[in-house]
């Protein structure tokens, strides 16, 4: 259960103080092996499976650099404006918890891999907010505590605790931007924003999945209030490990509220940690976080320091990929569709999906509109998941559009072909074979079918003979419930007006 915590209504807040933010995102990167040692970094494996005497600090044991890791960091610091630095090392940050066996973080401290540079994001109303960005640096990720016998799943009530130690090792980029100013009442729409684009373009760039669901993106929301028309920082919460954009924009919106809540009735804000509860968007405290805080860092004598070659840097900034807000200006074009429309394509997650299917073959306005964010975003609504998670492919779905167009399925057939494929029943031809869908394009077998929707409706036949041409989509009906569905229906219309002598003009 959550603490009942007093809040100011959003507007009340945003008249008398003004929010500043600081984001602290962690990335996981999807190397194969662990940042420090050769241990598999691969999701699923039995608990502490993945493990060797360095990732767990056994005495003796000395790390070495993933090479990719420093790769990927050089690359996510390009893509977000970063200088990169000539020379850089590792430190030790020194904390005692048990998901670090070795009782310190391999990090970086006051020497980061990336520094000073920035992102721009664009809102949903076409706004495009800066957000400058402090630095990224490279770290190891942590053990993963299982906190058993309480009603939480915390530490606090539970009767003991399990440790994986797989997790401890993998490889992070913790990405922190610079003190976020001038959002004012949009500061929780700039948080989303920011994270949203910044997982686009770590997915861009093929760094990691970035899949906050499954915690290979992190976000720590740190948020201060202080009086409109002042310039001086108020004190700040920090809520971790939020874990999506809906949860960022929401923890940033109760901090604001319950900050203003504590100042306007003449209280005290605490500097500390904060759990966010994705139940009811609230969050209550973890632990005293103040400025006196001490890792006792100092540089990583194992290590050797980091010196990223000019020349190297240079090219892997040519190899960059296109930006993702780039990106898709220029597919909004492309495709014709509005601010509005690319960002609910954006959101339901089919970008990719959509280029995909058009480079498979089909149309640009069919796949976008009829497939993706037609049919397809209601399957993944109902599952609750985005549409980029259903089983389904692209080219399965532009052989869907396909078999459509060349008149072998309609709209109805189509569905049911879809509801296959993602239940498994194997590609979109074998399940048009299977439940047998296909359109009835038989001539003979069409002449039969509407001669008796014609014999056994003649009252209707009648009135469209008269010139009630509407009439007929009562005959299309009774045609399309003898084929089950499966008759062209522009050309079971020809039909009866052909047999009843009548001109659609």
Known sequence: MTTFTELLSYEDALASY???????????LGTKTKMFCGCS???????????????????????????IGVESAVKIGLALNCEIAEWCRFARKNYFYPDMPKNFQTSQHDEPIAFNGYLDVQLEDGEIFRVEIERAHMEE?????????????????????????????????????????????????????????????????GVSEARMDKGQMRCDVNLSLRPNGTKEFGTRSET??????RSVERAARFEIQRHAAVLSSGGSIVQETRHFHEEDGSTTAGRIKDNA????????????????????????????????????????????????DMQSILNAGAVDSIVATIEEGADS??????????????????????????????AQVARIAALVAAGDLNDKLARQVIEGVLAGEGTPDEVVE??????????????????????GNAAIADKIRGGKIAAVGALVGAVMKTTRGQADAARVKELILEKLGVSEG
């Open 18 to 28: 003004d929010p500043v933010m600081g984001l602290e995102v962690h990335v996981e």
């Open 41 to 67: 970094t691969e999701l699923g494996a039995e608990p502490n499976s993945q493990t060797c005497p360095t990732c767990l600090g056994l005495p003796g044991s000395l790390p070495v650099v993933n090479a």
């Open 141 to 205: 990720d942590t053990g993963k505590s299982l906190h058993v016998g309480g009603a939480t799943g915390r530490i606090h009530g539970a009767s003991h605790s399990l440790l994986d130690y797989n997790r401890a090792g993998i490889p992070l980029i913790e990405i922190v931007t610079k003190p976020i100013e001038g959002a004012g009442e949009r500061a929780p729409e700039v948080a989303k924003a920011y994270v949203a684009e910044l997982r686009e373009v770590i997915k861009a760039l």
């Open 240 to 245: 971790k490990n939020v874990n999506s954009l």
């Open 293 to 340: 805080e001490d890792y006792r860092y100092f540089p990583e004598p194992d290590l050797v320091p980091v010196a990223p070659a000019r020349a190297w840097v240079e090219e892997l900034r040519a190899a960059l990929p296109e930006m993702p807000r780039l990106r898709r200006n220029r597919l909004r074009e492309e495709w014709g569709v509005s601010e509005h």
């Open 365 to 394: 306005a069919a796949a976008r509109k009829r497939w993706w964010m037609g049919e397809l975003a209601r399957n993944a609504n109902e599952q609750g998941v985005s549409v980029d998670e259903l089983p389904i492919t692209p």
């Open 434 to 455: 299977k439940r047998g869908l296909k359109v009835v394009s038989d001539e003979g077998a069409l002449g039969a079918a509407v001669d008796e929707a014609i014999a």
